[in-house]
């Protein structure tokens, strides 16, 4: 099953909670808490794991290889720096010696008792990386008996890991690391995210959501006491996890700078996490020092804000570029056919992309990979089932798109997110060269079935990770596709990016507001018939990108020349209702995912209100629907 993913802010504010939480605690300050903050992560870890294997994101090596890619290289890059620092500089590290069996357990996220007699690797805050590389591992193990009872099988597993370690010896590493409650932690995320959308938690009003939020993470502040962690720190993190997921909607809305500032703090949290102490210490033992400033709570501030500034510029300038740079390096693995990418991993076509990447080094930060905070939001599976849901405006909208994009004949011309292949044929009926790349590999099989061979050229790959060159086509265009991204600014910057000087750059995404006709009867209907269904359609609907002025907004902010933003249309035509409704049935698109989740009553009465719809007083039979969506269009400035 292949997704379009998109970014959970409410996770991404808690991590940015936990990151600073510990940070805080590192510079010794009254009122000393923060230890919490590690726990926090645990039951977020527990929750976004089981949210990805729910959305089908690859086998059990894809998993681990993509876990792997994004803990390892910063991780090995900051152990790798305290080793040579405590090898020239011993005075400067304290306790931490540079020891190479230690750094090869460390390295390898073994559990060991250093010199010092403490169960700790050469980097001190890594010891946490230990627990999560584990239950990693055992994610894989249960991944390859398949998806079923996931979360049943990882607590039995988790349980039983617990019960091993009382086997051993106490005050062994296989005791106090194994025979440890941080274990149930990650049970205690995988059963948040089996019960965040019970219908009674959606009827908590907003800002007592947020008040209980807050109240478990006083409570945590408070009563911190490790001997009774689970119960202390655990339980309190749960619920604030679970409250935190009921403000999604809220939080959406807010769209403010602050909010984004968070979020970023968020992205950058595991950057932070491991660099927060080196900053702090820089800070205390130099700075202040040399200074003569004296230790008190405006240092310990700003400490803190020193923590984050220099967690978001190692996130910018170094894990983004090394966790680019190692996935890179694990597509052109693949390329050679030495790594199986594991059962429901992208293949193919994938690797003609990564052989034509240029080396991601020289491409500085300038792609987010996709975190595993990210939550599924777009169903990408069946394509002749996409056909009867969407295609049918779809091939209407796309020569309508080409002619606002401006297209020439024999201009090179990407399509970006192309689906099934109706903006790549209409780019190529204009008497361009056309290449349509999506991420899903069962749509693009198929456009490339029903496109005849010599016309275009079609490439599976991700959109915030494109596998062309910088300046390679006259044109980038998508459509329907960027307001589906889980960052479409940094999709709009590949765009930039892989288009000449003085090209053009075109974007459609769907007007949510008032001009989704044949989808708003559904939602419309959904919202008051279901608390789950108000809160999707609300969510979209609060998209700014399907705004005026919102697509036009994101390509100011991108730098782009001379913007036109303006409303283009396609009619969407039904035989019948059948006809119309059997189109969310195919449970492709988010709307279609919704419908076919919905228990058979639900279904049939949100089936009778949104027939009436249809028929408003009117014999069944044919409609026509005329849907607007936003186009925008804008020039790279040579």
């Not at 501030?301 to 996935?327: E, K």
């Not at 049939?604 to 044919?622: F, K, T």
Request: overall charge neutral.
């Amino acid at each position: 099953m292949t997704h379009a993913l998109e970014q959970v802010y409410s996770i991404q504010i808690l991590r940015a909670v936990a990151a600073s939480t510990v940070a805080w605690l590192h510079t010794w300050t009254a009122p000393l808490f923060g230890l919490f903050g590690v726990d926090l992560f645990f039951v977020i870890s527990g929750f976004v794991m089981c949210m990805v294997v729910d959305h089908g994101r690859g086998g059990p090596v894809a998993f681990l290889v993509d876990r792997l890619t994004r803990i390892v290289p910063l991780y090995w890059a900051v152990t790798t720096m305290v080793v040579l620092v405590a090898w020239r500089l011993p005075s400067v590290m304290g306790s931490t010696v540079a020891d190479l069996v230690n750094y090869v357990q460390s390295l390898l996220f073994i559990p060991h008792f250093r010199d010092d007699g403490q169960l700790f690797p050469v980097l001190m805050v890594g010891w946490s990386l230990n627990f999560e590389m584990l239950f990693y591992v055992l994610i894989g193990l249960v991944l390859a008996f398949g998806t079923s009872h996931f979360a049943g099988l990882m607590t039995v597993a988790l349980v039983s890991l617990y019960a091993i370690g009382a086997l051993f010896d106490k005050q062994t590493v296989g005791h106090e690391f194994l025979h440890n409650t941080l274990w149930f932690e990650f049970v205690l995320g995988m059963a948040c995210f089996h019960v965040y959308r019970h219908p009674v938690l959606a009827q908590i009003p907003k800002p007592l959501a947020l008040v209980l939020a807050g109240a478990c993470y006083l409570a945590m502040v408070g009563c911190e006491n490790m001997a009774d962690r689970i119960w202390v720190a655990g339980v309190p993190s749960f619920f604030m996890l679970l409250f935190a997921l009921q403000l999604e909607v809220p939080i959406r809305r807010a769209g403010s700078l602050m909010l984004r500032f968070i979020v970023h703090v968020g992205d950058s949290s595991y950057a932070t996490y491991l660099s927060h102490m080196f900053v702090i210490g820089f800070l205390e033992r130099v700075v202040y020092v040399r200074l003569g400033i004296a230790e008190n709570y405006a240092t310990s501030l700003f400490s803190l804000a020193c923590c984050l500034a220099a967690g978001s510029l190692i996130y910018r300038l170094v894990d983004r570029p090394f966790v680019r740079s190692a996935r890179w390096m694990v597509k052109r693995f693949r390329a050679s056919g030495a790594l199986s990418a594991g059962p429901g991993a992208v293949r193919g076509p994938m690797v003609r992309g990564a052989l034509k990447r240029q080396n991601p080094a020289s491409l500085g930060h300038r792609v987010k990979p996709l975190e595993e905070g990210e939550m599924s939001t777009f169903v990408a599976t069946d394509p002749a089932a996409y056909e009867a849901y969407v295609g049918r405006g779809s091939q209407r909208l796309a020569p309508v798109f080409v002619r606002f994009a401006g297209v020439s004949d024999h201009e090179k011309v990407l399509d970006i997110g192309c689906g099934t292949g109706h903006l790549t044929r209409a780019i190529s009926a204009a008497h361009a060269r056309a290449t349509g790349i999506d991420l899903s590999s069962p749509y693009v099989e198929f456009a490339r079935r029903i496109t005849a061979p010599e016309e275009v050229t079609f490439d599976v790959g991700d959109a915030l990770d494109l596998p062309y060159q910088d300046g390679e086509f006259d044109r980038a265009l998508s459509m329907l596709a960027l307001d589906v991204l889980p960052d479409p600014a940094q999709g709009l910057r590949e765009m930039r990016r892989v288009t000449r000087k003085a090209g053009t750059v075109a974007v459609v995404v769907n007007n949510f507001r008032c001009g989704w006709t044949p989808f708003s009867l559904v939602w419309d209907a959904a919202a008051v018939l279901d608390a789950d269904g108000a809160a999707m359609r609300d969510e979209m609907v609060c998209k700014p990108l399907g705004w005026p002025g919102g697509l036009a907004g994101l390509f100011d902010e991108a730098g782009f020349a001379d913007v036109v933003q303006e409303q283009i249309g396609a009619v969407f035509d039904y035989q019948s209702f059948e006809d119309y409704w059997s189109t969310f049935l195919t449970g492709q698109g988010k709307t279609g995912s919704y419908v076919t989740q919905l228990q058979t009553p639900k279904r049939d009465e949100l089936r009778r209100h949104v027939r009436a719809a249809y028929l408003s007083g009117m014999s069944d039979g044919p409609r026509s629907f005329t849907t607007s969506f936003w186009a925008a269009r804008g020039m790279i400035s040579t």
